[in-house]
């Protein structure tokens, strides 16, 4: 294969050559989804169990709950407790986590292949059969609030949490993932079981797993481990359809946000609302943040930190979600330079936008791109989440060949119009620790937006 395949959701086979590895997709009766990549040679594998619900799926009442779950499926279930379950992966040297994102949640283990008939079965029973403990539902929002208190300490954290907020205002995924100190105290057992109930059933269930795996066995052990937690995989059920991809409309926030702090630096981000997960321009995207501050040799590096020495972290970055997305340039300085490199930051970003792209610079970028691409692949931990991005997120599965191809399709004045595009957009900037509010307002007007 290479080339880009869709993933339709009446389509319950799927399987493709690729180079060195072969994936295969199936949609169980229940509705469950699973996908495998077997990679030839692989000793180990990594397995996820991907339930498409985060935190913007909560309602006012439940902030906090998705993540508020995820930490209490590791606290025990019927058959096992959470030292059990704990045991059963130190004992083989495993790894196991779980992650909570705005548009997911993933519980995942990474072990030797012929310990994932054994992974596969623990998380299938932490997912559908968690007792959800009263007593350790108390000691966990402890251990909740101490996660959120030590992300408070962290300016860049905090910096990052306000710039989602003002960049995508009421937006649900402007919201906080872990909630606020405030809505986790007020959260109840029930409140946060009702939750667990609606948002893990067998149609919204999606596995994958990478590395050395049979897809045969995988389906055989999520089924016999699901069965055991007490799902009834008997009824037939279609999959739940995919979150609608149209741009949501947005509304700005705040412009400038300052949280003041007694540090040694001030943190501070800008960003412009960005492009929708499944949109064309992705591409053209991830070559224009290269360019810009993806690597030592990017603008934002060489301008701020190797010609003027004014912070020693500075880069850019770009999210993607269903209906919206994120473009942001980060730095971090002493607080009397925070004019000067907010300035610095939106002069490149506007010089990209007006000055466009030279030939080597883009050949740089696409070769970079193309690189670290194929270097991620060694790790079967990201084989297993391309394939749950795109059986969860966009609906089709591109390869490395294609990927690779996309990112040479791209061009210096795709690049240049993207730039001036995401630059007329509503731009907000956040500060950590001491900044000049009439410094930074002079730096925002120094740039004004571009035309797209």
Not at 137 to 157: H, T
Request: hydrophobic share 45%; net charge negative; glycine share 8%.
């Amino acid at each position: 294969m290479s080339g880009a395949v869709a993933l339709p959701l009446d389509e319950r086979e799927l399987s493709l050559s690729l180079d060195g590895s072969r994936m295969r997709r199936s949609i169980l009766p229940s509705g469950i989804r699973v996908l495998s990549e077997q990679v030839a040679g692989a000793r180990s594998a990594t397995v996820g169990f991907w339930v498409p619900v985060g935190s913007r799926d909560e309602g006012p009442e439940a902030l906090g709950s998705t993540h508020f779950l995820e930490h209490l499926l590791f606290k025990g279930t019927e058959r096992r407790s959470a030292l059990d379950i704990a045991v059963a992966f130190d004992s083989v040297g495993g790894e196991h986590n779980a992650a909570t994102a705005k548009e997911y949640t993933c519980y995942y283990a990474k072990v030797r292949s012929q310990d994932l008939g054994m992974a596969v079965d623990v998380l299938a029973d932490m997912v559908a059969a968690s007792v959800l403990d009263a007593e350790e539902f108390e000691l966990e929002r402890g251990v909740i609030l101490d996660e959120l208190a030590m992300a408070e300490d962290d300016p860049a954290d905090v910096a990052n949490e306000r710039l989602f907020e003002a960049v995508l205002g009421h937006h649900p995924l402007g919201r906080p993932i872990g909630g606020s100190p405030a809505t986790i105290e007020r959260a109840t057992r029930d409140s946060v079981a009702v939750h667990y109930r609606e948002a893990y059933r067998p149609s919204r269930l999606v596995v994958t797993a990478a590395g050395g795996v049979d897809h045969d066995e995988l389906i055989r052990g999520v089924e016999l481990g699901l069965r055991d937690a007490g799902w009834n995989l008997e009824d037939e059920a279609a999959p739940e359809a995919r979150r609608p991809a149209d741009p949501a409309p947005l509304v700005r926030g705040a412009a400038r946000t300052i949280v003041e702090r007694p540090l040694e630096q001030t943190h501070l981000l800008l960003g412009v609302p960005a492009l929708v997960a499944d949109d064309d321009r992705r591409a053209a995207l991830a070559v224009l943040n290269a360019i810009l501050g993806g690597g030592m040799s990017s603008r934002l590096f060489q301008e701020v930190r190797e010609k003027r020495g004014l912070a020693y972290s500075v880069y850019s970055f770009a999210t993607s979600f269903s209906d919206a997305g994120l473009f942001g340039l980060y730095a971090a300085t002493a607080p009397q330079h925070t004019g000067t490199v907010a300035e610095l930051l939106l002069r490149e970003f506007a010089g990209l936008a007006e000055r466009g792209v030279a030939g080597d610079e883009l050949r740089r970028a696409v070769g970079q791109l193309a690189g670290s691409s194929a270097l991620a692949l060694e790790d079967s931990d990201v084989r297993m989440s391309r394939l749950a991005r795109a059986e969860i997120g966009t609906g089709e599965f591109i390869d490395l060949d294609e990927q690779v191809r996309r990112y040479e399709a791209v061009t210096a004045d795709g690049v240049q119009e993207l730039a001036a595009e995401l630059l007329a957009r509503p731009r907000s900037v956040t500060a950590v620790g001491s900044a000049d509010r009439q410094q930074l307002d002079a730096a925002l007007a120094a740039a004004e937006p571009v035309s797209a």
